[in-house]
């Protein structure tokens, strides 16, 4: 009799959670599949909307203007690929194997891009190296405003992504083969490369994807800092907004579409070979002090966390000057946004908006999709179609996915239309578009969770939203507030997902730093991307305090 109750009650509990489920695909097929869809429609169509084939395609192939683009994205995404990996890799070293201070100063000033807007740095090697830079003399002749320019901001751009990757691949070692290594008397050399590299080839690779996918994909720098070397990128944006060209466009978003989502799906086949570094037996990785090279490493750090902090304080120093370089009286004049062709402070504030409701329905909207998807049982084709649907978000660029949001959004056809040019949409793009990595953290705390917990709570006849309250969320905690910061922060420096959307009272700050640019207003757009770093900086800092005394009470499970 307890057993059938218990049935019943497991049957109830997973229709309620197919309904969730359901909802969720929903969403992500209005929000990822359907707007894919109309701009691969889009792409055959001529301006009138009849179809005509291949003929954009072929217009595009032989115009060479445009595919010289593809040579220009894959050059700047490879060079930006070797260099970024190459410094993260160093960086991580000394951060993970050397005994040398400050390494948490260093890992702090190394994770400080994520919180800027990847227009910024751009705008500091204009006041560094332009046509009046501070610092010209040092290019020796060679100009900034190209690839030069492009793969010094993608670098400082996807630096902190490489870190953290290759720091965690670096992190988990077992010093038991270093030991054995020594004893065999095998030089340091031969051990970095028959110890230390395999050990960590599987996050150089998945660091290597990352960074070359960011780098295709990203708009801001090229548009700042490229002049005329055109990528694929700029390339649809003047298509779209120069042109008023949107079939042009879409084929070109397509044919970014494709390597981005080739590098994310390789990725994603070599994380499935990795296999376990450590076993139950593993003995953790203790670096020893050694004087010269913990000295090298120091220094090298510090070359690092001036070539950050440097971008920072041009930026700085450039929001803060009157006029450079005829006026370099300090003061707040640049920041007189509502004085400016970019939006005024309303777009700072629209900004903190789609933060905020960023951060909350998306963390409600992936931890519910994780659960489902991780803790659900049964209905596998439901869940396969999910996790499909999850993880494609991260092979689609931020331009695409807007772009396709015009189509489909704004088809006459389309009772959802009314979203068009509000927060709405801003919001719903924002958190599709950077779903992917969210989910998979929740995944990943989910799993460190027995399904145990379900089983003795459905014996004792308690309904899952009930366990799903006292002891999922609970024990989960860390997770969804780290889901919750990665949202608030990418939804402040977010453009391409955000660049075709915004209306005249939705104005968002990235945009306006965009706008001002393009304006020739410089300093005030560095003034507006430094308000953004200071905004994603001081929430980081109160997001860590405010959790603190939270996660004292939810985790003391933890400390034995």
Same mark, same amino acid.
């Given at each position: ?93 000394? %951060? ?100 230390? %590299? ?11 994807? +990352? ?25 649809? /944006? ?57 000295? +090298?490493?120091?220094?090298?750090? %510090? ?17 803060? +000057? ?96 009314? %979203? /068009? ?117 001081? +929430? ?21």
């Amino acid at each position: 009799m307890t057993m059938e109750i218990v049935k019943a009650k497991t049957s109830r509990d997973d229709k309620q959670m197919l309904g969730f489920m359901l909802i969720i695909v929903c969403y992500l097929v209005v929000a990822l599949a359907l707007p894919l869809y109309a701009i691969l429609s889009k792409s055959f169509k001529n301006h009138d909307g009849d179809f005509i084939g291949f003929a954009n395609y072929l217009e595009y192939f032989s115009t060479p203007a445009l595919t010289y683009s593809i040579q220009n994205s894959l050059t700047i995404s490879i060079l930006t690929m070797v260099i970024s990996v190459t410094v993260a890799f160093i960086l991580a070293y000394a %951060l993970n194997r050397s005994c040398m201070r400050f390494k948490s100063v260093f890992k702090v000033i190394a994770l400080v891009p994520i919180l800027v807007p990847s227009l910024l740095p751009g705008i500091a090697l204009v006041y560094l190296f332009g046509q009046q830079g501070m610092i010209k003399s040092l290019l020796m002749g060679y100009e900034i405003y190209g690839p030069i320019g492009i793969v010094i901001s993608e670098v400082f751009f996807t630096l902190p992504h490489a870190l953290i990757i290759i720091t965690t691949a670096l992190s988990i070692a077992d010093s038991r083969l270093y030991e054995a290594a020594d004893s065999l008397k095998t030089s340091k050399i031969k051990t970095f490369f028959t110890v230390t %590299l395999p050990g960590a080839r599987y996050g150089l690779i998945s660091a290597a994807f +990352v960074v070359f996918t960011l780098t295709i994909t990203d708009f801001g720098a090229p548009k700042v800092i490229g002049g005329g070397y055109n990528v694929l990128a700029t390339d649809i /944006y003047k298509q779209v907004v120069g042109q008023q060209n949107f079939e042009m466009g879409a084929v070109v978003s397509l044919v970014l579409l494709l390597p981005a989502a080739v590098a994310f799906f390789v990725d994603r086949l070599v994380q499935r070979k990795q296999v376990a570094v450590l076993s139950a037996k593993a003995v953790a990785l203790e670096p020893k002090p050694n004087k010269a090279f913990d000295l +090298v490493m120091l220094g090298y750090c %510090l070359l690092v966390a001036v070539f950050i902090l440097g971008i920072l304080f041009t930026c700085q120093y450039a929001a803060l +000057v009157e006029f450079y370089p005829y006026n370099l009286t300090l003061g707040f004049t640049n920041y007189q946004f509502d004085l400016m062709d970019g939006g005024g402070w309303d777009s700072f504030y629209n900004s903190l908006e789609l933060a905020s409701w960023t951060a909350v329905i998306g963390t409600i909207m992936v931890f519910l999709g994780a659960y489902m998807v991780e803790k659900g049982k049964g209905f596998n084709m439901g869940r396969g179609l999910f996790q499909f649907l999850a993880m494609l978000p991260m092979a689609v660029p931020g331009l695409v996915l807007g772009l396709a949001y015009i189509f489909f959004f704004n088809s006459p056809n389309n009772p959802l239309g009314f %979203l /068009y040019h509000t927060m709405g949409i801003l919001v719903i793009s924002t958190v599709t578009h950077f779903y992917t990595v969210s989910h998979l953290t929740a995944i990943t705390a989910l799993k460190q969770m027995d399904r145990e917990f379900e089983s003795v709570a459905a014996s004792l006849k308690a309904p899952f939203h009930r366990t799903f309250r006292k002891i999922t969320v609970p024990v989960c905690l860390p997770a969804i507030l780290d889901i919750s910061i990665y949202l608030f922060v990418n939804a402040m420096t977010t453009v391409s997902a955000v660049v075709f959307l915004y209306g005249p009272h939705t104005n968002l700050a990235s945009v306006a730093v965009l706008n001002m640019d393009d304006a020739g207003d410089i300093a005030p757009a560095a003034a507006m991307g430094m308000m953004i770093f200071y905004t994603n900086a001081v +929430v980081r800092i109160l997001h860590g305090f405010l959790t603190r005394g939270v996660l004292k009470k939810t985790q003391l499970w933890r400390i034995r």
